[in-house]
């Protein structure tokens, strides 16, 4: 059973393992509330996975610990698992769904773990662990649905109270639920009045489901860039924690994450992954709106993305924002149109990236041509702005 005492245990075993993480104010960020950032993308493996792994092995019989451990992740679990077991001499194999990043797979193997990669998503990984247990003897390692885990991670929310005084409000993301049932166990025990709030991503809405209808049910698939937080089920503990202390849980899109995650970089020069970026998703996505002028804390669970897929993540967050736009220009192909289009984007202050022309097709004027124009932006106003002077001058937007 969870008690805050264990929690507090959990604290004092994590001493030796893991880093206490900075709370950091992030004013640049929003302009409606007193926000701040809990940065565990800076914790050991960059996650913080590491706490709840970290004190359930070192919770384990000798017995246990000889037979090894086993778990199954989409990457971060994984890492804590691996680093844990390889702290305390035990083997470790760790079942990760075939998606996974590589630069998570990677990181796993490097700290010494056996590595099974599975067909599927997150769920496929857990069936195929919970056989390995069986067939081999390992002690299974959940990733969110076990108290020992949960009160590993129930250790970030006695960070943030010690860290910051009077916080009305912690955001924390969900996938299978472990973070926020610890973390709400633990303010809502020693501060009911701090609101706990989770943030699902809307292609993985599984404990936002549940507690809708009030009974866990998997999803038939999940799609998210959110990959940490893409589970088809919740936990029967973490669903009943969730329904006890937590006050609310919303959803945000790919678009929104994308964003957060642009402006984590782009403003407070820190790198989150997916499932880091969901709360603050929230925030500038007006999700909360009862927490203007309030005390907000964003917990920032993790800085695990993929250098491959960063790229694409930060174009659709320039998209997203008004940041980068792309418009279809119809001209006439004479000398001087091409120009007069550059001087116009160039007096409105938008940067130009990129310039492709080619001749119009059947439909259109003989001598008419297109030009797709790649721009740097302000935002949405900006663009709007550079489409009004364009279509004034006589040119018309595709």
Same mark, same amino acid.
């Given at each position: 059973?969870?008690?805050?005492?264990?929690?507090?245990?959990?604290?004092?075993?994590?001493?030796?393992?893991?880093?206490?993480?900075?709370?950091?104010?992030?004013?640049?960020?929003?302009?409606?509330?007193?926000?701040?950032?809990?940065?565990?993308?800076?914790?050991?493996?960059?996650?913080?996975?590491?706490?709840?792994?970290?004190?359930? #092995?070192?919770?384990?019989?000798?017995?246990?610990?000889?037979?090894?451990?086993?778990?199954?992740?989409?990457?971060?679990?994984?890492?804590?698992?691996?680093?844990?077991?390889?702290?305390?001499?035990?083997?470790?194999?760790?079942?990760?769904?075939?998606?996974?990043?590589?630069?998570?797979?990677?990181?796993?193997?490097?700290?010494?773990?056996?590595?099974?990669?599975?067909?599927?998503?997150?769920?496929?990984?857990?069936?195929?662990?919970?056989?390995?247990?069986?067939?081999?003897?390992?002690?299974?390692?959940?990733?969110?649905?076990?108290?020992?885990?949960?009160?590993?991670?129930?250790?970030?929310?006695?960070?943030?109270?010690?860290?910051?005084?009077?916080?009305?409000?912690?955001?924390?993301?969900?996938?299978?639920?472990?973070?926020?049932?610890?973390?709400?166990?633990?303010?809502?025990?020693?501060?009911?009045?701090?609101?706990?709030?989770?943030?699902?991503?809307?292609?993985?809405?599984?404990?936002?489901?549940?507690?809708?209808?009030?009974?866990?049910?998997?999803?038939?698939?999940?799609?998210?860039?959110?990959?940490?937080?893409?589970?088809?089920?919740?936990?029967?503990?973490?669903?009943?924690?969730?329904?006890?202390?937590?006050?609310?849980?919303?959803?945000?899109?790919?678009?929104?994450?994308?964003?957060? #995650?642009?402006?984590?970089?782009?403003?407070?020069?820190?790198?989150?992954?997916?499932?880091?970026?969901?709360?603050?998703?929230?925030?500038?996505?007006?999700? *909360?709106?009862?927490?203007?002028?309030?005390?907000?804390?964003?917990?920032?669970?993790?800085?695990?993305?993929?250098?491959?897929?960063?790229?694409?993540?930060?174009?659709?967050?320039?998209?997203?924002?008004?940041?980068?736009?792309?418009?279809?220009?119809?001209?006439?192909?004479?000398?001087?149109?091409?120009?007069?289009?550059?001087?116009?984007?160039?007096?409105?202050?938008?940067?130009?990236?990129?310039?492709?022309?080619?001749?119009?097709?059947?439909?259109?004027?003989?001598?008419?041509? *297109?030009?797709?124009?790649?721009?740097?932006?302000?935002? *949405?106003?900006?663009?709007?702005?550079?489409?009004?002077?364009?279509?004034?001058?006589?040119?018309?937007?595709?």
């Amino acid at each position: 059973m969870l008690t805050i005492d264990k929690i507090f245990h959990a604290q004092k075993v994590l001493e030796e393992a893991i880093y206490k993480t900075d709370v950091i104010r992030a004013d640049k960020l929003a302009d409606d509330c007193e926000l701040w950032l809990k940065t565990e993308n800076l914790q050991k493996t960059g996650s913080f996975k590491i706490r709840g792994a970290y004190y359930k #092995i070192s919770q384990l019989s000798p017995e246990e610990k000889k037979r090894g451990v086993i778990a199954c992740s989409a990457g971060n679990h994984a890492q804590g698992v691996a680093l844990a077991a390889a702290k305390n001499g035990i083997q470790a194999l760790i079942c990760l769904p075939e998606g996974a990043p590589i630069s998570k797979v990677e990181a796993t193997r490097g700290y010494g773990a056996e590595i099974c990669l599975v067909p599927g998503v997150y769920d496929d990984a857990y069936k195929r662990a919970l056989a390995l247990q069986k067939e081999r003897g390992y002690t299974f390692i959940h990733p969110f649905d076990d108290d020992a885990v949960i009160a590993g991670q129930g250790t970030i929310g006695l960070e943030i109270l010690s860290q910051l005084k009077n916080v009305d409000a912690v955001i924390v993301p969900i996938g299978g639920g472990g973070l926020i049932s610890g973390v709400s166990f633990a303010i809502k025990s020693l501060n009911p009045n701090v609101k706990v709030y989770g943030v699902q991503a809307e292609g993985a809405p599984g404990m936002l489901n549940a507690l809708r209808d009030d009974k866990i049910k998997a999803l038939a698939s999940v799609s998210t860039v959110a990959d940490g937080i893409a589970v088809k089920q919740p936990g029967e503990h973490t669903f009943c924690y969730c329904k006890q202390f937590v006050d609310g849980v919303v959803t945000v899109n790919d678009d929104e994450i994308a964003s957060a #995650i642009l402006a984590l970089i782009e403003r407070e020069k820190i790198v989150a992954e997916g499932a880091g970026a969901v709360p603050l998703a929230a925030v500038l996505a007006g999700k *909360f709106p009862e927490l203007k002028g309030k005390k907000v804390c964003c917990l920032v669970s993790g800085g695990n993305i993929d250098v491959t897929i960063m790229n694409r993540v930060i174009t659709r967050g320039l998209t997203t924002s008004g940041r980068q736009c792309t418009l279809n220009i119809e001209l006439l192909d004479k000398p001087g149109q091409l120009v007069e289009v550059s001087r116009i984007i160039a007096d409105c202050g938008a940067n130009v990236t990129g310039v492709h022309h080619e001749h119009a097709g059947a439909g259109s004027a003989v001598i008419g041509c *297109f030009l797709r124009i790649d721009m740097e932006t302000r935002n *949405f106003e900006h663009i709007a702005k550079i489409t009004r002077k364009l279509n004034e001058a006589g040119f018309r937007i595709c």
